[in-house]
């Protein structure tokens, strides 16, 4: 509950995560009939990186500051959510995942997000305010993936993204998803882990190769080697990943690595089942 991502935006986690979820939902809109999304960590929607919190860590200059410098092409999509955000070529502001969804969501979309820190969620709720298909839940992120799956519609996407700051989060984390994808079977599913140690992600893998519903595919970005204490880099678990995203995958991963760690970075994508 004491996490707050805002010390965090728009760093090389973000990167991964928010060009990824920009590649999906683009192809899920690729058919007319309507989707349905649901980010399970929300946040607060938008990000100052002029702010305290920014500042503190100046996490995102290590980030998107070097990403949307370098310009790679296959990020052209998520560069364009970052710039429309930021018209005077200053980057002061930077998407969440939130407003990532809303600005590519369509009239017949839906998004629903869950936030549990109290302010977090009251800030989500004011940005919120009159965009239509979007809804604010203050409410633990496991509880969601009970309360709204499945969804009255047949095609959508579920972000998992844990702050990780109690130390069973990966447990907790595997058996929600695992029994999440087997209320809906049809869904698509984003989950961010960190990586400072090799063992629990590993762990995460197995559970959810042993219990969860659908393909599996993992996506890693390594910006140094794993010393078990800093954070070394982050993955995504992509369960049902639509078609074309791993051909996707293979331009943007090295475009990424080259603009966030050129000398000591390393990018991984590997399938854990296919089916």
Not at 204 to 230: C, F, K, N, T
Not at 239 to 251: C, K
Not at 268 to 275: D, F, G, I, P
């Amino acid at each position: 509950m004491n996490y707050r991502h805002a010390y965090h935006a728009g760093n090389h986690g973000d990167v991964l995560k928010h060009a990824i979820l920009t590649a999906i939902i683009a192809r899920l809109h690729e058919k007319p009939t309507p989707v349905f999304i649901l980010d399970t960590h929300a946040g607060i929607g938008t990000y100052d990186l002029t702010g305290i919190e920014a500042g503190k860590t100046g996490e995102w200059e290590d980030g998107i500051g070097p990403v949307l410098a370098a310009d790679p092409p296959a990020l052209q999509d998520y560069l364009a959510l970052v710039r429309d955000l930021n018209p005077l070529d200053t980057l002061a502001t930077y998407p969440g995942s939130p407003a990532i969804a809303a600005a590519l969501m369509r009239a017949t979309d839906r998004l629903v997000l869950s936030e549990l820190h109290p302010d977090d969620a009251r800030m989500l709720r004011r940005w919120a305010y009159g965009k239509p298909g979007v809804a604010v839940h203050q409410r633990d992120a496991y509880e969601a993936l009970k309360a709204f799956l499945p969804p009255r519609e047949a095609r959508g996407l579920v972000l998992v993204d844990p702050p990780y700051e109690v130390t069973d989060e990966f447990e907790r984390l595997a058996k929600a998803v695992a029994a999440a994808t087997k209320r809906w079977p049809g869904g698509r599913w984003m989950i961010w882990h960190p990586i400072k140690e090799r063992a629990p992600v590993w762990r995460l893998e197995e559970a959810l190769l042993a219990d969860a519903a659908g393909s599996i595919l993992s996506v890693e970005l390594m910006i140094r080697p794993v010393d078990g204490v800093s954070l070394a880099g982050s993955g995504i678990i992509l369960i049902n990943p639509p078609f074309g995203l791993e051909d996707w995958l293979a331009e943007a991963l090295p475009q990424i690595q080259a603009a966030v760690a050129p000398e000591h970075g390393s990018h991984a994508v590997r399938w854990l089942r296919q089916s």
